[in-house]
C-alpha cells in the first residue's frame, strides 16, 4: 500500500461529487454498475424446494448471511420473488439505518431473498462484487440512502433510492486489490470470532461440569457421589442454600434520572453494562440524579448486579462488577446483590446465577406487566437457590472460570482492533488516500482473487 502522493497512476487529484478522489477515479450511480435481477413467483411451482432470505437473515454485526428458510413453492412466503446468485450484493430496504448489508455466498446461489431487499448484480468487467459489497455497506453510503426514507412505522427506501447513489469507481484491478486487503482482514476478524465462539461454549460446558460434579477432572466425573436437589443433581458434601442467606445488606433497586444535556452529572449504568458483562465508559451516561439521593448507590468491586427487567432472554441476567469504586451508580432496573464473601465467592456466584438452572428460574418467574418488560422481584433474587460448594472448591473453580474469561477478553480485544483496522483501511481505500497495487499472478497478468 502507498500513500495517495505516491499514486500507482495519475498523481493528480479530481473533485467529483463524492469529494476528492484520484485521477481515473469515477463517481457514478450504483445504478450504472449493476444489472436488474430476475423476478420469480416460487407458488406457481408448489413443489419445488428453495431457500429464502429475509432481512433478519443478515447479521448487523458481521453483514453476513447468518440463515435462511427452507420452503416449497406451496408455502413460499408472499415476498419471496427476487432471484438472487453468487455475488449478488442485498441491501434491505427497510430501515436501511440498520445496514443489513450481505454478498450472496456460493451457496445460496439460485435462492430466493425477500421483497425487502435490493438486489445489485454486478456488470461484470465493470466492477467487483466484493468491491461493490464494501462500498455499499460504508456508514457515509448507508446514511446518505436512509435520508431518503419514508414511513414512521416501517422507515424504508426503494431500489430506486440506493441505485441513484453514487459510488466510488477505481479502475477494476485497483477495485479486486482494494476488495483483497479489506477480505483479508475481515477474515482475520471472522477467524477470531470462531475463537470467541469456541471459548464461550467450552466456558457453558465448564459451567455444567462444575455445577454438577464440582471441580474435578472431567475423566473422574463418574466417581463424584451425587444429590439431587431442586435445581438439579450436585455433590453430596455441597450445601443448597437461599441467596437470602448469603447476603451481608439487604438487596437495593438502582435509580434512574433523565440524562444530562451537559458533560456535567452522576454518571449510571445502562443495561448494556450488564447484558454485555461490559462496564466501560460506553455502557454508561451522565444524569441529573441527586447527589445525596444516590450517595449509597454507588458502585463497589465485587458487587453483584442482576437485571430486574427486560425481555424474556435478558431478565435476571447478572454480572459482576470489578472496577474501580465509586464509578458510575446503577439504574432502578438493576438489583444489587452484596454477598458475605465468608460464605461465597462473588464470581462463584455470579457464574452460578448465569448457569441454564438459574435462568430457567428467573424466565419462569418473571411476570409481565402491560407495555413492559417481564420483571423479577427482590423476592424472586432472594428465594433463588444456590448449590454451594465449601470455599477451597469455589476458588478452584472461579480460577477456571477466569482462564476462560482472559482468553475471551484477549481475542475480544483483538477482533476490536481488527475492526477499527477495517474500518480505517475502508475509508482509507474508498476515498483514495491510501492507494494499493493491482495483484499480479506469476505471468504478470492481473487476477482478482
Not at 456508514?139 to 453514487?166: C, M, N, W
Not at 473422574?220 to 455433590?235: M, N, S
Amino acid at each position: 500500500m502507498r500513500k495517495a502522493d505516491q499514486s500507482i497512476t495519475e498523481p493528480e487529484a479530481a473533485l467529483t461529487e463524492l469529494g476528492e478522489l484520484p485521477a481515473g477515479w469515477g463517481a457514478v450511480p450504483v445504478r450504472d454498475v449493476v444489472e436488474k435481477p430476475r423476478q420469480t413467483d416460487p407458488s406457481k411451482r408448489p413443489e419445488v424446494r428453495f431457500k429464502y432470505i429475509d432481512v433478519s437473515s443478515i447479521a448487523r454485526e458481521s453483514l453476513r448471511i447468518i440463515g435462511s428458510a427452507e420452503h416449497t413453492g406451496k408455502d413460499a412466503p408472499s415476498r419471496a420473488r427476487k432471484l438472487i446468485q453468487a455475488g449478488d450484493v442485498l441491501f434491505a430496504t427497510v430501515r436501511p439505518s440498520l445496514k443489513r448489508v450481505a454478498l450472496v455466498p456460493p451457496e445460496l446461489d439460485g435462492q430466493v431473498c425477500s421483497t425487502a431487499f435490493c438486489v445489485m448484480r454486478v456488470k461484470r468487467g465493470v466492477v467487483d462484487p466484493h468491491f461493490l459489497y464494501f462500498v455499499t455497506s460504508q456508514d457515509g453510503f448507508v446514511k446518505r440512502v436512509a435520508e431518503h426514507q419514508r414511513g414512521s412505522s416501517y422507515p424504508a427506501v426503494t431500489d430506486g433510492d440506493i441505485l441513484r447513489e453514487l459510488i466510488p469507481l477505481p479502475p477494476l484491478s485497483e477495485q479486486q486489490a482494494i476488495a483483497h486487503v479489506l477480505r483479508t482482514v475481515q477474515r482475520a476478524k471472522e477467524a477470531t470470532e470462531q475463537v470467541i465462539a469456541a471459548a464461550r461454549q467450552l466456558k457453558q460446558s465448564l459451567m455444567r461440569h462444575l455445577f454438577t460434579y464440582g471441580p474435578v477432572p472431567f475423566d473422574q466425573a463418574d466417581r463424584v457421589a451425587l444429590k439431587e436437589t431442586e435445581a438439579g443433581p450436585v455433590p453430596e458434601h455441597w450445601e443448597a442454600l437461599r441467596l437470602e442467606s448469603l447476603l451481608r445488606e439487604p438487596l437495593r433497586n438502582g435509580h434512574s434520572a433523565k440524562a444530562t444535556s451537559t458533560d456535567q452529572g452522576i454518571r449510571t449504568l445502562t443495561l448494556t453494562a450488564v447484558t454485555q458483562n461490559d462496564f466501560s465508559l460506553e455502557n454508561t451516561k451522565l444524569t441529573v440524579a441527586d447527589p445525596e439521593r444516590v450517595r449509597e448507590m454507588w458502585l463497589k468491586p465485587g458487587d453483584l448486579l442482576v437485571e430486574r427487567a427486560n425481555t424474556p432472554e435478558y431478565v435476571g441476567l447478572a454480572a459482576l462488577y470489578e472496577g474501580p469504586e465509586d464509578f458510575a451508580i446503577f439504574p432502578d432496573l438493576m438489583v444489587r446483590v452484596r454477598v458475605n464473601e465468608r460464605q461465597v465467592l462473588p464470581k462463584f456466584l455470579a457464574e452460578f446465577l448465569l448457569a441454564e438452572p438459574c435462568r430457567r428460574y428467573f424466565r419462569t418467574n418473571a411476570k409481565a406487566t402491560t407495555g413492559n418488560f417481564p420483571k423479577i422481584d427482590q423476592g424472586v433474587i432472594e428465594n433463588t437457590v444456590v448449590l454451594l460448594p465449601p470455599m477451597e472448591e469455589q476458588q478452584r473453580s472461579v480460577s477456571a472460570f477466569r482462564k476462560v474469561d482472559a482468553k475471551i477478553k484477549a481475542e475480544t480485544a483483538r477482533r476490536q482492533a481488527l475492526e477499527d483496522l477495517f474500518q480505517t483501511l475502508l475509508h482509507h481505500l474508498m476515498t483514495g488516500q491510501v492507494r494499493v497495487a493491482p495483484r499480479e499472478n506469476r505471468e504478470g497478468s492481473e487476477v482478482s482473487e
